[in-house]
DNA sequence: CTCCCTTGCGCC
DNA sequence: AAAGGGCGCAAGGGAG
């Protein structure tokens, strides 16, 4: 239960040699970046106890004495530290050095209580419009008086009256986070399930502040070598192209490129795309319709490569040097978001600013290509060893556990192969006689077993089978059409007959509900009209959010169990992948930390956490290696 | 010129 | 009628 006296609030405002700078804490190393203002405030029977002070006239140890004062007291008297989006607020304590006593402490974000509270999807067309978060947002909506405080605020400012209306203002600020926390606080407390999965959340935040303030370490030959090898494969693509009209600038537009191949070359136009705004069509020329050309005629896959290799190198090797010119600390920081995504996900950003004012500070670390000489490029520190687990398996367990369905359950118990049952199925083979042919590495089992995997992995989630072949035909180059598609669908439906079952009651049970949940309990609103537009969209998120949002209360009960071990070892959270989690070991300690870490995750504890029981074996697979190109799997 | 929208595509 | 879901980033094109 919510006690006033056991939270502290707590807010920064921050400057620099720069504006922007005053939102990158690793430049406070540097002396490019520092704070100007620290407050803090407690709720007391008799009344607020308001903290903190001005920092920016003060000596650097002034503000160390702040901090210190804050995080000693947050501990002595075990109180939990609130803020609002409140990783960045962690960063800032540990960039002044407290990162000892700062993973002493336990932390809270009201930005984050709200979501808990009101997240729901977006459906109109309107997505890039989402709602915003911010606390000015929640007091303009739950303290209407209280508004328009922010205003005539200057954050750089070093004259007198400017710096005394600042900290008045980052007062006001901490006040409100603290009061408009306790509010959704005590909202969550009649729905205690939804209550602890926000708690268990909010375990990773200064894992997370941690792995922002650090940021990544990247090796500048692997991308040199990279930037080498794209420019060279862009150059050939070109010098096979140019004869036919084809320059840079026309790959790079579709509607060039479009003019080109259905014009001048007199391509068959096999896909259009029409606007949902406008209604205006246009002829496509992604890559399924490059793929589907380069039957007739070659250059389509050379355009293909053309263009990917173009975009690669300014994705995977231009933005990663720039964030490092950038950031002037050797590093790149992409900026990891709790609870970004309406499942619960994680998300990254690579710059901060809008337009003409966006700075690089990191690069796109969650689209980075498999390709191990693409993911080469992350490196550990000196020391230390990179260590991935991930959970093995992951939605397709979530959905054995959701459906209910026999054969999944079962194929999820230790020693089945649920691609190679799925492969036996579509191939109608007996499951134990491809199972020996993969063991004897008879060459003819493996594409079996990898059609298994395709159906598994693309078909739980209503696709069509003509999405299915797109699917095998682009990113698979399996030349399958629209029959055996069907089959292999028909084959799936008939093989989990569970899977069918639990999207027709999920939709029925969320839309009766007026709201989907995960296994943990976090929740998502999922209102609108069932009839209408949105149908498909709202019954698709009933299917999904179970599966994928459990996923991601999976990973941070994993950080919020790993937390402790990690902290007393000296290892370090470097970054997650929604169902991968990386750190960085020290050397020394791998062998050891491994096995210890794996035991932890294989046996989570969910039903303390959730008050849900698996039925089911949720295992982690471990990777270690000296990049993030060369992980190898370790049997622990 | 800036800003916003659309297309295209990377990962899970 | 038919439709996997979730994100973020790069680039051109067009509106103002």
Redesign the pocket.
């Known amino acids: 239960m919510w006690v006033d006296d056991q939270y502290i609030a707590f807010d920064f405002e921050t400057s620099g040699t720069l504006p922007e700078y005053a939102l990158q804490p690793w430049r406070v190393a540097h002396n490019q970046a520092w704070a100007t203002s620290l407050a803090t405030v407690r709720r007391t029977a008799t009344g607020p106890i308001i903290g903190g002070g001005l920092l920016v006239a003060e000596p650097f140890t002034a503000t160390a004495r702040y901090i210190r004062e804050l995080l000693t007291t947050a501990i002595e008297h075990k109180l939990t530290l609130v803020g609002w989006n409140v990783a960045f607020d962690i960063s800032w304590l540990l960039a002044y050095g407290f990162r000892e006593l700062v993973f002493k402490c336990k932390f809270l974000d009201g930005m984050l209580l709200w979501k808990h509270l009101t997240v729901t999807?977006e459906y109109d067309?309107d997505k890039?419009h989402k709602k915003s978060f911010s606390l000015k947002d929640a007091v303009r909506e739950f303290m209407s008086d209280r508004g328009g405080y922010e205003e005539d605020i200057d954050f750089h400012s070093t004259a007198p009256e400017s710096l005394a209306k600042l900290h008045k203002y980052n007062i006001q600020d901490t006040a409100y986070t603290l009061w408009l926390t306790r509010k959704f606080y005590k909202q969550l407390e009649a729905e205690p399930t939804r209550l602890k999965a926000a708690l268990i959340e909010a375990s990773c935040l200064p894992l997370v502040a941690d792995a922002n303030l650090r940021g990544l370490m990247l090796d500048h030959a692997a991308l040199r070598t990279l930037g080498e090898t794209l420019t060279a494969d862009a150059e050939t693509s070109l010098a096979a192209l140019a004869p036919y009209g084809v320059t840079e600038?026309v790959v790079?537009?579709?509607?060039?490129l479009g003019g080109l191949m259905y014009g001048q070359w007199g391509l068959p136009v096999i896909k259009q795309?029409?606007?949902?705004?406008?209604g205006?069509v246009?002829n496509?020329?992604?890559?399924?319709v490059?793929h589907e050309l380069a039957f007739i005629d070659a250059r389509a896959r050379t355009i293909?490569e053309y263009?990917?290799a173009?975009?690669?190198k300014?994705?995977f090797v231009d933005?990663p040097l720039e964030s490092i010119n950038y950031n002037s600390d050797g590093c790149s920081h992409p900026l990891a978001?709790v609870y970004?995504?309406?499942?619960g996900?994680m998300?990254?950003?690579?710059?901060q600013g809008?337009?003409?004012d966006e700075r690089q500070i990191?690069?796109?670390l969650?689209?980075?290509?498999?390709?191990p000489t693409y993911r080469a490029i992350v490196v550990p520190p000196q020391g230390y060893t990179l260590v991935e687990f991930d959970a093995a398996g992951q939605e397709y367990r979530w959905m054995a556990v959701a459906s209910k369905d026999d054969a999944m359950l079962q194929l999820c118990l230790p020693g089945e192969d649920p691609h190679g049952y799925m492969g036996a199925q579509i191939a109608r083979e007996e499951y134990h006689t491809l199972l020996a042919a993969l063991k004897a590495g008879d060459p003819a089992a493996k594409p079996k077993r990898q059609l298994g995997k395709l159906a598994n992995l693309?078909l739980?989630?209503?696709?069509?089978a003509?999405?299915l072949r797109t699917v095998a035909r682009v990113q698979y180059d399996l030349p399958m059409e629209l029959p055996e598609a069907e089959y292999i669908k028909n084959t799936y439906l008939r093989t989990y007959p569970g899977v069918p079952r639990y999207w027709a009651e999920q939709i029925a049970k969320v839309r009766r509900l007026g709201y989907a949940e995960t296994f943990a309990g976090r929740q998502v609103q999922v209102v609108g009209t069932w009839s209408g537009a949105d149908?498909?969209?709202l019954e698709?998120?009933a299917i999904?959010f179970p599966i994928?949002g459990t996923g991601g209360d999976q990973k941070y009960l994993a950080l919020a169990v790993l937390r402790p071990y990690v902290v007393k070892h000296g290892i370090q959270f470097a970054w997650e992948?929604?169902?991968?989690l990386y750190f960085y070991i020290p050397t020394k300690l791998v062998d050891k930390a491994i096995a210890e870490m794996k035991f932890l995750l294989d046996n989570l504890p969910y039903t303390k956490a959730w008050g849900f029981t698996p039925p089911v074996p949720m295992p982690w697979d471990c990777k270690v290696g000296t990049s993030w190109g060369n992980l190898k799997e370790v049997k622990v």
């Open positions: 999807p067309i890039a600038a790079r537009s579709p509607k060039q795309n029409t606007s949902k705004k406008t205006k246009t496509s020329t992604d890559k399924e490059l293909r263009r990917e173009l975009g690669n300014t994705k933005a978001n970004s995504t309406y499942t996900r998300s990254y950003s690579s710059k809008k337009n003409k990191g690069f796109a969650h689209q980075e290509k498999r390709d693309s739980g989630y209503r696709t069509s003509a999405k149908r498909w969209s698709s998120t999904n994928q992948l929604h169902d991968g």
